[in-house]
Structures are given as structure tokens and as C-alpha cells.
């Protein structure tokens, strides 16, 4: 094992008895093609899309069979629903960012200089093929552990919680619209605060506060940030989700009088 691969075992939680397959497991393509270019007998060197293939079905099974265990009262489209949004892209990429698993990629120069490194698709797809190796080194034990604590937790929560609202998974703004309209609190506007970092790795700070009267400004709800306005603007109205989920903290006259700004902000989705 590469003394720098120590870190990401940490993380996972399992100490790999072939460090090869993790090697695997993080050597995207474009790399794999320019290593076997320099091999002077043009020997095949692995990449990590079989890794990915089977790490994408063990991570289904593995979600499927922890929902199945938690929720004996969803029926199989609930079930379907909250896995869907548990193995999505966006939050598999936030899986493998919560991890590091960003600097440990292993990439061609080429694609190195793109800024692939950073890219929601290229981390979700590492993380599925980190999953397929974990599963071939250890079984699907290491594999459940790894869903119990990075995969599952808060983020199953929050998706048990926006399917009980009947608001579609994953649309923030829109259950928290529903949300706010049935309590009679007002309507949500969001507003670009701030955006930084260069053009391939954006970040934008995006604030949503209850619209005011007359022009005037409204109630802060609360800030998120993401890597597009939009990304921004979902994890905006999640964290005013997340600030509303207790009864009778928002009165229905005035929602904003109770919830403050974020202090901080938070961190890049």
C-alpha cells in the first residue's frame, strides 16, 4: 500500500489485504491509457470502470438491504425513492469529498490540468469503484459499515423526512415552498451572496430569506453553497428544511422571527 493511501483507508475504515485493488479502484482511464502509451511492450494497465460496474450493484444491495431493515413500513416504491436519492451522483460526490477521496485520485497530466480532479461524476464514479474493491477485499461487511456511517445517517434522515412531505426527493426549494405555504410564513427568494475559485471549480454562496413587504427585506432563513447557483440555491432551502423540522419552532405569522442567518458559512457541496 502507498503510504498516502493510509489516510483514505483510515476513512474507510478497513485496511485492504490487496492494495491493488484500491490502486485499481482510483486510476481513472485517461491515466491507464497513458501508462500503457509509455510501457514500451504495450501491456494493458487497469482502470477502474469494471471496479465501478460492480461497486455501483454492491452499493444498491447494500442501501436497499439498510432501508429494507429500517423502514418495515415503506412500501417498494418509497424504498426505491430513498435509495435512488442515497446512490445519486450528487451525493455519492459528496461521499467521496467527505472521505478525501479527491487527492488521492490517480489521473493523467492531461486530465489533471482540466480539473477532472474535482468533478461530481468523476468522484461519484471513484466512489463506486472504491465500493467494488472494498467488497472484493473484505466481503460486504466493510461495505455496510462504510454505508451505516458516510452513506446513510443524516442523509437518510433528511430524504425519509422530504418523502413524508410528499415533495419530490432531492427538491429542496420546493418543499420548503410547500413547507413555508402551509404555514402561512411567506415565500422564499434566494440571492447570490458570493462566489469564488476559478472558473472549473466554482463556489457559490447563496442566501434564502422570507420575501418582504414593499421592497423591504425579509427574514433570513438560512446560506448554502454548491458548485453552480442552483446547487447553491438546493442546499440553501435544505438547511432552512433542516432549521424547520421541529413543530411549533416557526410561528405561522412570521417564520423568519425565530430563525437567525447562519454564523458561518457552510461548507462547499
Known amino acids: 500500500m502507498e503510504a498516502d493511501l493510509k489516510p483514505l483507508e483510515a476513512a474507510m475504515g478497513h485496511e485492504f489485504a490487496n492494495p491493488e485493488l484500491l490502486v485499481c479502484a482510483l486510476t481513472h482511464r485517461s491515466l491507464a491509457h497513458e501508462l500503457a502509451q509509455a510501457e514500451a511492450n504495450h501491456a494493458s494497465v487497469g482502470d477502474n470502470e469494471r471496479l465501478e460496474f460492480l461497486g455501483d450493484a454492491v452499493l444498491n444491495l447494500v442501501v436497499a438491504e439498510a432501508l429494507f431493515a429500517l423502514h418495515p413500513e415503506w412500501q417498494e416504491g418509497e424504498l426505491t425513492r430513498v435509495r435512488s436519492g442515497l446512490v445519486s451522483r450528487q451525493h455519492m460526490a459528496q461521499v467521496a469529498?467527505?472521505?478525501?477521496?479527491?487527492?488521492?485520485?490517480?489521473?493523467?497530466?492531461?486530465?489533471?490540468?482540466?480539473?477532472?480532479?474535482?468533478?461530481?461524476?468523476?468522484?461519484?464514479?471513484?466512489?463506486?469503484?472504491?465500493?467494488?474493491a472494498l467488497f472484493l477485499d473484505g466481503g460486504l461487511e466493510p461495505v455496510r459499515a462504510f454505508v451505516r456511517s458516510q452513506v446513510m445517517g443524516e442523509a437518510a434522515n433528511r430524504l425519509a423526512l422530504e418523502l413524508s412531505s410528499g415533495a419530490a426527493l432531492g427538491n429542496y426549494k420546493s418543499a420548503l415552498q410547500e413547507r413555508l405555504q402551509a404555514a402561512r410564513a411567506g415565500t422564499p427568494v434566494y440571492r447570490v451572496k458570493s462566489e469564488s475559485g476559478p472558473d472549473h471549480h466554482k463556489r457559490f454562496l447563496v442566501e434564502v430569506r422570507l420575501k418582504g413587504e414593499a421592497g423591504a427585506q425579509g427574514k433570513p432563513l438560512a446560506r448554502g453553497m454548491g458548485r453552480t447557483k442552483k446547487l447553491a440555491e438546493q442546499d440553501a432551502a435544505r438547511r432552512a428544511l433542516e432549521r424547520l423540522a421541529n413543530p411549533g419552532r416557526v410561528a405561522a405569522a412570521d417564520a423568519g422571527s425565530v430563525i437567525r442567518a447562519n454564523e458561518e458559512e457552510p461548507s462547499a457541496q
Do not use: I, K, P
Request: glycine content about 14%; proline content about 0%; charged content about 30%.
Open 97 to 132: 469529498e467527505a472521505v478525501g477521496l479527491g487527492r488521492h485520485l490517480r489521473l493523467s497530466r492531461g486530465e489533471e490540468r482540466s480539473g477532472l480532479r474535482n468533478r461530481s461524476t468523476v468522484l461519484s464514479n471513484t466512489m463506486e469503484a472504491v465500493m467494488g
